[in-house]
């Protein structure tokens, strides 16, 4: 899910203005690793997500986001111009540190080209400037990003195989079958590397949590916004669930999954999944109110389960409008045997760039 | 003489003029307070240039001049200028009555240099004009006034910040006879009336009539009749 | 011993004898008051002017640049290689580089500057260029990409006369491509035609593919980045920063515009000759007075500060009504000629009047120290005169015998003769303007005496008529008095008499140049295209009645970032020998060697003299060439070097030219044949093409010229003006100062007519000594002018013409205008009864 809507709304709204086709996303057999670690340019959107917990050597718990983002804005193939925007890349790096009490974050974008940035096709690796996320030959990804306030260069090793969500990864994200998105997720990633704040180098080590996922189309023009949050649980299970919000209230969609430490999958249908908002926040930078703290419930065969989500702390929204980018909450957040992340879209006024 | 000093004293004066002329020979003049001294003589024969040194605005080669006890001499051009605008008063030939200034300004003129006190000057000034025969005429210019009036707004002028010295330079040269007689009446009659010293210097035998002493400049000194 | 008598004590006779002094002649203070608000006024608008086109122009760079702090740009307008974008942008110190393309565009026939720019990097390096579109329920986001998507900043949107969502067509590089306003580029500000477009699209529909002209660079370090870059930049580009690019455009007219400053503090220093005089005169009507004054016990410094606050006053007006003048001036200057004044340096950047405090400061105290000293310096003079011998005698006692001095004048002179031998300073010729003030201090000193030797031998030669004799005889005598009402005249007819002299000259050149430059029959051009292809070149030739056609291509070549670019030609060599090329010198070049010819002051500039070997950015490779020779040019002020047109495409692979040079068959009419050369062109490029005769273009050249020199001309004439101003107000004043002296000779039984003819004749006399002496001063100074500051402002050389029409004309003026006011003041003067005057007091 996540804020990939708001980057379409940017750059790569106008389908029907568009004179490029965007390939269709259908159900299918399955994913090709490493071949779908890597771009699919063809499609309109799609993205390398991280999210995750980290401890310092002294013990303490930081949140991380480190995401990447691929559009194929409606640009034709006629412009011989290497400038031609045939592909543009984004990416977000944030820091949520609870003795800062703010997010730090920092970001990049550009068009494909000239060797400055681009996205590999045929396994991940993506990179815009000096911002990169790629995967080792030893199966272990690897990233580094750096803003003014901090540097981060971690290595993710996955624990687990990856989750296809929906029905082998065919992920629906509205009522008509053409909404929706390949969606896998890596998660209970263990992270290692260095955070380093200023001059002051830190080792971390930690969890985090892979989401990969492409599409051309899937948000229903009556979407508002989103909740997502992916939950590593301590006993080596995985919680995703998410929720499109209907403009004026309701859900438009809803959808998820939890994986078992014993590999068993259950995907959830629309109603499987409900969020019940437990406390605001309003901030003060946009005038954005967002339900930090919420209560999940999952359907599940053995009855519904709740999960409380309760944030690292309040003030986790990343504002990049200064770079034409949208504003939403991106925290860590723990719950009841657990830690992950929440995503909350869509609370401030229609995005302009 | 007497014993005290005079108001104006010269002693042993001469100066030389190229080509090689010595005027006054050495002449000694003392003039007391109250008395009027006019000094006759031919054209050329220093007049006027004795006039100047008796003022400051000139320097003698030998003797000195003392007014009230101090010698001119060694004062330099502050003290001299100082000097002249408090204890000294003029009368000119040529009445120098500033065209563009208003008569009562022209005799206050001696005040304004001392003190910038526009009221207290004009109301002395006007009291002068009074005492000239020009009362009331004080906001008049020049151009309105004939040579006889002009003389006596200078003989206003002269006394109207009442110097111890007055020094008068052929005071009725310009004027006729009869004018004349009038001006100088009244020149002596103020000079008197204040106490001052007057030193009159003419070539004309019916104006120096009108002085207490008469003396004679030529080229060997002063000779008194 | 106390001091001297204070003044303060003294004030208020000082300030009677200054009141009284405005009462009795408030016009004198008006006329003088009047010279110095003139001079104040030129001053401060030729300033203002200067200040608001320079500061506009400035805008404009910063607009276009969007304020980057750091450059790569092209040397040319064929841009470099846009493989260079990815190294500069990983160059170290360097966080982020935005690329650029750069296209002089046009639209519903407007220009603009259109900018193709990767809006994700402009947003990082030049937010100021980034477009916003507008806000509303339908907005849509693809606009940033769009191909089509042209964001205009307001000042365009006005000048195209369109709208957010419009289509228009643009045109640029010769093509013509139809895009969609899309928004608007809000930060960019008020008078800057600028649209931005998307740098693929750009490079694509304006055929600028694979080319780059400029790298906006966004700094991590700037020291770490000025070296990294500076070894990686190819010969066709250079690294420059705001600072340079706003140099060059200071440097464009810099030496135009101090030499406009100079005029007009010409006119200020003619005003303050103006006060001079009238204060002289005062003072010497006055001498009595103030021996009267000095006698009754005011001290020296009491007259020198009585007139000297005479000046202030007449300072303060004078500067306070000059600054309120020269701002409406300027105003007027800015609606009427444009930001130049009409020089052609800065396109299109015009603007409103800028109120500059210091400036304005600056010309208040300039006006106030020339009425002060104008009026110190007589009074000091005045001051040091015996009071008792001053009130003895009606007025100076002159002796016609005393010998005039002249040895100030000549040591000025000599002084002002050996500063002009100095080089220039910074490329100002300041020392240019010293000599000039010291020949024009030296000049006026000189009056006296010229006076004197003008006149030696009339005033020897026996005379039966009185008039005459009266008259010569007072000049002659007294010529201290006449330099006194000379001194602004001749100041004023020598400045003059010297602009004149280098207009004429360089017109001269610039015309006779034309004549060599011109030798073709008909000229071709295109304008604001990507010029004439092989295929429209052979078209061309093709034509009937062409019997040669030399085609070249002209383009701006940047050597040094902080410089204007000086004009790379490429021409075609024809059979015929070059009139101009090596028409100053030249030298064989050695086998092997690319050759180039220099215009004149591209060799004054970068010191490229002929057999040297040079490096120029004409492609991304380091090239050499040998001066094969220097060509006289008028027409490109910062430098052009000529290149041979195969020399030019080889190292470039540029083969389209701009120009043709047509020589006609015999017998051919060449209206007939620029038509059908036209018609041989594309519709498109045939809009874009001109063709003109040599005639034409002459004469649109010398308009041209005429145009630039205009508020010369204009300034000249107000200089001549206030000078012909002071004779009328001194000689009249002298005049009426002698009424005593008319008195007399009334008496001694000369006619009322034999005065006024003796006044006239004094006039006349007067008017021709102050011509003879600004014509011959002005001689000098235009030497000057030609020889030491054109050639170091300008780089120009030329050779003297004299404007023997202008210098008779002036002469005439000054002895008609002296003779004029003579007469007029004195028959004033001799209307009084005669007794009346003699017996006058004062």
């Not at chain 1, 034409?324 to 860590?332: D, I, M, Q, R, S």
Request: proline share 6%; glycine share 10%; charged share 20%.
């Amino acid at each position: 899910m996540r804020v990939l809507a708001s980057l379409l709304l940017l750059v790569a709204s106008a389908a029907l203005a568009a004179p490029v086709r965007y390939p269709e996303v259908r159900p299918h057999a399955g994913f090709r690793f490493p071949a779908d670690h890597g771009a699919h340019p063809a499609y309109r959107i799609e993205w390398w997500y991280v999210t995750g917990w980290l401890r310092t050597e002294r013990g303490q718990d930081m949140g991380f986001q480190v995401t990447f983002f691929r559009t194929r804005p409606p640009v034709g193939d006629a412009n011989p111009s290497r400038f031609a925007a045939r592909q543009v890349l984004f990416a977000h790096a944030a820091l949520s540190d609870p003795r800062v009490g703010r997010l730090l974050h920092g970001e990049r974008s550009a068009r494909a080209g000239f060797g400055l940035a681009g996205a590999k096709v045929g396994d991940a690796d993506v990179a815009i400037r000096d911002w990169r996320l790629r995967r080792l030959p030893d199966g272990r990804f690897a990233t580094r990003v750096g803003t003014e306030e901090f540097v981060l260069d971690l290595t993710f090793q996955p624990t687990q195989p990856p989750i296809a969500q929906g029905v082998n990864g065919y992920s629906r994200k509205g009522p008509r079958p053409s909404q929706a998105s390949y969606y896998y997720s890596l998660p209970h990633l263990r992270v290692s590397g260095v955070a380093a704040r200023g001059t002051a180098h830190e080792r971390v080590t930690g969890e985090a949590w892979l989401d990969r996922e492409w599409s051309s189309d899937f948000l229903s023009p009556e979407a508002e916004g989103w909740d997502w949050t992916g939950l590593n649980l301590d006993d080596g299970s995985a919680l995703t669930a998410f929720q499109v919000r209907r403009k004026g209230g309701g859900v438009v969609w809803a959808g998820g999954s939890l994986r078992r430490a014993n590999g068993r999958v259950t995907q959830f249908a629309p109603g499987d999944v409900r969020f019940r908002t437990l406390r605001r926040w309003r901030s003060a930078a946009t005038g954005a109110v967002y339900p930090v703290a919420q209560e999940l419930s999952v359907r599940l065969p053995e009855g519904v389960r709740r999960f409380p989500l309760q944030p690292l702390f309040p003030a986790q929204e990343l504002d990049s409008r200064r770079s034409g980018l949208p504003v939403y909450w991106e925290g860590a957040v723990r719950t009841t045997g657990g830690r992950g992340y929440l995503e909350l879209t869509g609370y401030t006024a229609p995005l302009a760039m | 003489m007497p014993a005290l000093s005079p108001l104006l004293s010269v002693r042993d004066l001469a100066k030389s003029v190229p080509p090689a002329r010595r005027l006054f020979g050495g002449l000694d003049l003392a003039v007391e307070a109250g008395e009027l001294v006019a000094i006759l003589g031919e054209s050329g024969v220093g007049k006027s240039t004795l006039l100047n040194i008796l003022a400051g605005l000139d320097d003698a080669d030998e003797g000195e001049v003392l007014v009230e006890g101090v010698a001119l001499g060694p004062l330099d051009e502050a003290a001299r200028t100082r000097l002249r605008r408090e204890r000294i008063g003029f009368v000119f030939q040529a009445f120098h009555i500033l065209p563009y200034l208003t008569l009562r300004q022209n005799v206050a003129l001696p005040l304004a240099l001392v003190r910038p006190d526009a009221r207290a000057a004009a109301s002395r000034a006007e009291e002068m004009l009074g005492a000239v025969g020009l009362a009331g005429r004080g906001d008049g210019y020049a151009r309105d006034l004939s040579g006889g009036e002009l003389q006596r707004v200078a003989i206003a002028r002269a006394l109207v910040h009442s110097p111890a010295l007055i020094l008068a330079d052929e005071p009725t040269g310009n004027l006729d006879p009869e004018t004349a007689g009038r001006v100088l009446a009244l020149f002596a009659d103020a000079v008197r009336e204040r106490g001052a010293a007057a030193v009159l210097v003419t070539h004309s035998e019916a104006t120096a009539a009108v002085a207490d002493r008469v003396l004679t400049l030529t080229a060997e000194g002063l000779v008194e009749r | 011993m106390k001091a001297e008598p204070g003044l303060v004590r003294s004030r208020l006779a000082l300030s009677w004898l200054i009141a009284g002094e405005w009462r009795w002649h408030p016009l004198r203070f008006a006329l003088t008051a009047v010279a110095i608000a003139v001079g104040v006024a030129l001053g401060f608008a030729v300033h203002l002017v200067n200040g608001s086109a320079l500061r506009s122009f400035d805008r404009a760079v910063t607009g276009v640049n969007g304020a980057a702090e750091l450059a790569v740009r092209a040397s040319s307008p064929l841009g470099f290689d846009e493989l260079l974008y990815p190294r500069v942008a990983l160059a170290a110190g360097v966080a982020d580089a935005s690329p650029v393309v750069r296209l002089r565009a046009q639209a519903n026939g407007r220009r603009f500057d259109l900018l193709g720019l990767d809006v994700m990097r402009a947003a990082n390096v030049t937010p100021s260029l980034v477009g916003q579109r507008p806000n509303g329920p339908d907005a849509r986001g693809d606009e940033v990409f769009g191909e089509d998507a042209l964001f205009l900043s307001r000042e365009a949107l006005a000048q195209l006369e369109t709208r957010v969502g419009a289509r228009v067509s643009v045109t640029a590089n010769g093509r013509t491509v139809p895009l969609t306003v899309a928004g608007l580029l809000p930060a960019i500000g008020e008078g800057q035609a600028i649209g931005v477009l998307d740098i693929a699209a750009a490079q694509w529909r304006f055929g600028r593919l694979g080319r780059l002209d400029r790298i906006d660079l966004k700094l991590a370090d700037r020291t770490a980045a000025e070296a990294a870059l500076s070894d990686l930049l190819p010969a066709d580009a250079t690294l420059s920063g705001a600072e340079a690019e706003a140099q060059q455009g200071a440097g464009l007219s810099r030496a135009y515009r101090v030499n406009l400053d100079m005029l007009a503090l010409v006119a200020l220093l003619t005003g303050g000759f103006l006060v001079f005089s009238a204060q002289s005169l005062s003072v010497a009507r006055r001498l009595r007075a103030f021996a009267l004054l000095r006698t009754l016990g005011l001290p020296k410094r009491g007259i020198v500060a009585a007139v000297a606050a005479e000046g202030l006053l007449i300072g303060l007006i004078g500067s306070a009504a000059g600054l309120a003048i020269g701002y409406g001036l300027a105003s007027l200057a800015l609606r009427l000629f444009g930001g130049d004044l009409g020089a052609g340096y800065f396109n299109g950047a015009s603007g409103r009047v800028a109120f500059q405090p210091a400036a304005a400061i600056v010309f208040f105290l300039l006006g106030l120290a020339a009425a002060v000293l104008g009026s110190v310096l007589p009074a000091r003079a005045a001051s040091r005169a015996a009071p008792a011998a001053a009130l003895k005698n009606a007025g100076d006692v002159l002796d016609p015998r005393a010998p005039v001095p002249w040895r100030p004048a000549l040591v000025l002179l000599v002084a002002g003769a050996g500063a002009a031998l100095l080089p220039a300073v910074g490329g100002l010729p300041l020392f240019g303007f010293a000599s000039m003030a010291l020949l024009l201090a030296g000049g006026v000193a000189g009056v006296p005496w010229l006076a004197r030797r003008l006149l030696g031998p009339l005033a020897k030669r026996p005379t039966a008529r009185v008039p005459a004799l009266l008259a010569v005889r007072h000049i002659h005598g007294a010529p201290g008095e006449a330099a006194t009402a000379l001194c602004g005249i001749v100041a004023s007819t020598a400045l003059m008499i010297a602009m004149a002299t280098m207009v004429t000259s360089f017109r001269g050149a610039v015309d006779e140049w034309l004549g060599q430059v011109l030798a073709a029959d008909l000229y071709l051009r295109v304008e604001g295209g990507p010029g004439f292809d092989p295929a429209a070149q052979a078209a061309l030739r093709a034509t009937p009645g062409v019997q040669e056609i030399a085609f070249s291509r002209q383009l701006p070549l940047t050597i040094k970032p902080e410089r204007p670019p000086v004009t790379l030609i490429a021409r075609a060599e024809t059979g015929r020998p070059d009139a101009l090329i090596g028409s100053v010198e030249r030298v064989s070049s050695p086998p092997g060697t690319v050759p180039v010819w220099v215009s004149e002051p591209a060799r004054r500039l970068y010191g490229w003299d002929p057999g040297e070997t040079i490096r120029l950015p004409v492609s991304g490779g380091a090239a050499r060439f040998h001066v094969a020779g220097v060509w006289r040019d008028y027409a490109r002020q910062f430098g052009a070097v000529v290149l041979r047109a195969g020399d030019y495409q080889r190292l470039t692979g540029d083969a389209t030219r701009d120009e043709a040079a047509v020589t006609l068959a015999p017998g051919v009419r060449g209206e007939g044949v620029g038509r059908a050369m036209l018609a041989r062109l594309e519709p498109e490029q045939r809009r874009l093409t001109s063709f003109a005769a040599p005639r034409a273009l002459r004469r649109f050249a010398l308009e041209l010229f005429d145009r630039s020199f205009a508020v010369t001309y204009v300034l000249e004439g107000v200089a001549i003006l206030v000078g012909l101003a002071g004779v009328a107000a001194t000689v009249s004043a002298q005049t009426m100062a002698r009424t005593r002296e008319f008195g007399m000779l009334r008496h001694l039984g000369v006619a009322k007519r034999q005065i006024t003819a003796m006044l006239g004749l004094e006039g006349a006399l007067l008017g021709l000594v102050g011509g003879v002496a600004g014509v011959l001063l002005g001689g000098a100074l235009a030497q000057v002018l030609i020889h030491v500051i054109n050639p170091q402002s300008f780089n120009f050389t030329m050779t003297t013409r004299v404007p023997w029409g202008t210098v008779a004309g002036v002469v005439a003026a000054l002895v008609l205008a002296g003779a004029g006011t003579a007469v007029l003041a004195g028959r004033r003067a001799t209307a009084k009864d005669a007794v009346l005057a003699v017996r006058e007091d004062w």
